[in-house]
């Protein structure tokens, strides 16, 4: 699904116009990128946990050339799924 494709259906499932489905898909996606980059956790009851993890700087190998490099240390966002979702997505 692509970002359009959601707008479509946020749109659809809230009885919004586009444009408004717009804003709140958009103020979503800001209020979460905010609240990781202050270190926060986002929980979401039933849906799932976003958060950041720390990666420690480690070595790394160029598949092209084979050198050896230095890959930084870097701060990461993380998502762990929540049990209604997973188990919405197991549908067997």
Known sequence: MTKA???TA???????KKVEAEKAV??????????????????LVGFGTFSTS????RKGQNPQTGKKIIIEAATVPKFKPGKTLKEAVNVK
């Open 10 to 16: 946020v749109a659809e499932n809230a009885g919004l």
């Open 26 to 43: 958009a103020a979503f996606v800001s209020s979460v990128t905010n609240c990781l980059k202050q270190g926060g956790k986002l929980s």
């Open 54 to 57: 720390k990666r420690a700087a």
């Open 5 to 7: 494709e959601l707008i």
